[in-house]
């Protein structure tokens, strides 16, 4: 059973900064692209960050290049998103994704999301 758990969202003043966590289960980590969403109250969610299945290669909304960086750790099955020069607009709801290959193609997995409010 797929499972992914994210943590390490909270309020945090405009120009701070916060490290998300994803903590994977279910499927074999190492080979699986990995990207972080994130999603205001009725809005279309959007894409963060994206990593590849051997961290070759990130990819970055231009809203945040220059202020969030993406990693994984195959070895914790975890992939994280350090967030930095936070702004009140980087408020919402954060997500999780695993693009999974699966014998019929790839399959997208979602977490729960955690929540990040820039205010002071």
């Known amino acids: 059973q797929v499972q992914l758990v994210e943590s390490g969202g909270g309020l945090v003043q405009p120009g701070g900064s916060l490290r998300l966590s994803c903590a994977a289960s279910?499927?074999?980590?190492?080979?699986?692209?990995m990207s972080w969403y994130r999603q205001a109250q009725g809005e279309e969610r959007e894409l963060v960050a994206s990593?590849?299945?051997?961290?070759?290669?990130?990819n970055y909304a231009d809203s945040v290049k220059g202020r969030f960086t993406i990693s994984r750790d195959d070895a914790k099955n975890t992939v994280y998103l350090q967030m930095n020069s936070l702004k009140p607009e980087d408020t919402d709801v954060y997500y999780c994704?695993?693009?999974?290959?699966?014998?019929?193609?790839?399959?997208?997995?979602w977490g729960q999301g955690t929540q990040v409010t820039v205010s002071s």
């Open positions: 990593i590849t299945s051997d961290g070759s290669s990130t």
């Open positions: 279910g499927f074999t980590f190492s080979s699986s692209a």
């Open positions: 994704k695993a693009l999974i290959l699966r014998n019929w193609g790839f399959a997208a997995y």
